[in-house]
C-alpha cells in the first residue's frame, strides 16, 4: 500500500490530487475505499474511460476497496461539454445504457475474494429525492461564485449557447454521490480524468461542510500523443471497448499502430507490465524499432484486458494469415470481416475471374498488369497462388461462401465479395 502513490506516478497516471501528502498517509496506513464514476451517456466505455478502470484496479491490487459508479441519475444529465448542449437521451434509453456500463466495468474488477469491488448506481439514492430536499439539504452548501468560476462553466457561459440550469446542477449531483458514498462505505477518494477536476471538488466541499471531514481527489492526465495532438480518435470515431462498436480486430490494430514515440509512455498507463519489463521493451524500441516488440506487446495486452486472451488469439491469426502464414479457412466470419473491413475491395459477380476482381480493386491497373502478376507468380487468392490467368471466384474457393482475399506479392491485399 505505501508504494502505490509512487507507481502510479511512475506510470504517469497522477495529473492533480487535493493534499498529495494527506492522500500519501491514507494510502500508507489504509485500506481507503475509493471510487470512480463512470455516466452512460453512450452505450459503451472509451479508451478515456479505460485509463479510470486501470487505475481502479492498481488501487485494488494494492489491497484498497473500490467502488465503481454507474451514473444512471447523472447520465440523464450528463456533465458541461466544451460547446453547447447535450442531446437529453430518454429514461428507457439511459437504463439500457447503464446495464451495459455495469457489465463493463465489472470485467475489469475482482468482485470477490477477500476485497472485492463494488459497482452501485447513483440512481437509488438520487431517484427518490425531491427538488425541495435537493435544495434545503444540498444546495444550500453550494456558493455560486465558486459553482460559476469552473473552467467548462466560465466558458459556455461566454459561448454564444449559454449553458442552461440541468447541465450548471450536475456538480452537485457528483458532489451529492461522493457524499452518499462516504456516508454508506466511508468512501474518502474519488479518482476521475483531470477534465473532472471541478467536479471532483464538489464533492470534497459538500462532505467537508456537511461532514466535517476532509477527504480525497484525484485526477489522471488527459491522454496525449508525443506530438501533442489528441489520442483515441479514428476514423470510425472513438476507441469503443464494446466490440459491437469496434471489432477486436480493429481494436488491436490500433494499438498495434502506435508510435515509438508513444508506445513507452503508453504501456506505463494502459498495461500492468513490471518496471522491469517496460525498460527491457524501452530498449527494444531504441535498439530494434523495426521489430515493433513494444507495440506489439502493448496491443495483445490492451486487447486481452479489454476483449480477452480468446478474442486476442483470433486477432492474431487473422493478421498472420492474410499475409499467407496462416489459414484463411480457419478464421470465423465476423474475425475475417473485421480484419479485412479496412482493405480495398471489389463487389463481383458470382463466378467472376480473377483478373477482373484484381483490377477492380485496385491491385493491378489493367488486366495486362494482372496476367503480368499472374505470370511472375506474384497473385494469390486466399493464399493460394494463382498459375492461369483464366481461373474464377468459383464458389468453393470462397470464404464463408463470399469473400475472397486478394494478395499482389508479400503485402498487397483487397478483397473481393460476392454478391
Known amino acids: 500500500m505505501t508504494d502505490v502513490l509512487d507507481e502510479l506516478h511512475w506510470r504517469g497516471l497522477v495529473a492533480q490530487s487535493t493534499d498529495e501528502a494527506a492522500l500519501r498517509e491514507a494510502l500508507s496506513k489504509g485500506p481507503v475505499t475509493y471510487y470512480c464514476g463512470f455516466d452512460p451517456t453512450a452505450p459503451s ?3 478515456g474511460h479505460l485509463v479510470q478502470l486501470i487505475l481502479l484496479r492498481h488501487l485494488q ?3 484498497h476497496r473500490a467502488i465503481a459508479l454507474v451514473g444512471g441519475a ?3 444529465i450528463g456533465d458541461p461539454r466544451e460547446s453547447g448542449e447535450r442531446v437529453l437521451n430518454t429514461k428507457e434509453t439511459v437504463a439500457e445504457w447503464t446495464e451495459k456500463i455495469r457489465a463493463q466495468v465489472s470485467r475489469f474488477l475482482d468482485l470477490t475474494g477477500d476485497n472485492p469491488a463494488r459497482v452501485v448506481n447513483n440512481l ?6 425531491s427538488a425541495i430536499d435537493f435544495l434545503r439539504d444540498v444546495g444550500k452548501h453550494y456558493r455560486l461564485g465558486t459553482m460559476l468560476a469552473k473552467d467548462t462553466v466560465a466558458r459556455r457561459l461566454r459561448s454564444d449557447e449559454g449553458l442552461s440550469f440541468t447541465e450548471f446542477s450536475y456538480q452537485i449531483l457528483q458532489g451529492i454521490d461522493f457524499r452518499e458514498l462516504y456516508r454508506r462505505y466511508d468512501c474518502t477518494l474519488q ?3 483531470n477534465d473532472q477536476w471541478g467536479n471532483l471538488l464538489s464533492g470534497v466541499e459538500l462532505i467537508r461542510r456537511t461532514e466535517g471531514v476532509a477527504v480525497h481527489a484525484m ?3 488527459l491522454i496525449t500523443k508525443a506530438d501533442g495532438t489528441k489520442f483515441g480518435k479514428t476514423e470510425g470515431g472513438a476507441v469503443w471497448l464494446d466490440p459491437e462498436l469496434m471489432s477486436p480486430y480493429a481494436f488491436y490494430q490500433f494499438w498495434l499502430n502506435q ?3 508513444d508506445v513507452v509512455r503508453f504501456l506505463k498507463i494502459f498495461t500492468f507490465r513490471s518496471r522491469a519489463e517496460i525498460e527491457e521493451l524501452e530498449r527494444e524500441v531504441a535498439e530494434r524499432p523495426f521489430a515493433r516488440v513494444a507495440q506489439r506487446t502493448l496491443a495483445n495486452d490492451v486487447t486481452t484486458l479489454v476483449h480477452g486472451q480468446e478474442a486476442t488469439d483470433a486477432v492474431i491469426a487473422a493478421s498472420q494469415a492474410l499475409f499467407g502464414r496462416g489459414e484463411l479457412t480457419e478464421l470465423d466470419a465476423g474475425t475475417l470481416g473485421a480484419a479485412t473491413a479496412e482493405l480495398p475491395r471489389a463487389v463481383v459477380r458470382p463466378g467472376a475471374s480473377v483478373l477482373d476482381a484484381f483490377v477492380d480493386s485496385g491491385l493491378v491497373p489493367s488486366k495486362a498488369a494482372g496476367r503480368r502478376a499472374i505470370a511472375d507468380g506474384g497473385a494469390y487468392v486466399n493464399n493460394v497462388k494463382v498459375s492461369d490467368d483464366e481461373d474464377v471466384l468459383a464458389a468453393e474457393r470462397l470464404l464463408h461462401g463470399r ?3 486478394l494478395r499482389r506479392g508479400k503485402k498487397t491485399l483487397a478483397v473481393a465479395v460476392v454478391d
Request: net charge negative; no cysteine; hydrophobic share 35%.
Open 74 to 76: 447523472t447520465g440523464m
Open 61 to 63: 491490487l494494492a489491497g
Open 124 to 129: 437509488d439514492w438520487t431517484s427518490g429525492l
Open 45 to 47: 466505455l472509451h479508451h
Open 259 to 261: 508510435s515509438d514515440a
Open 191 to 193: 479518482t476521475g480524468g
Open 403 to 405: 469473400y475472397a482475399v
Open 219 to 221: 485526477t489522471t492526465p
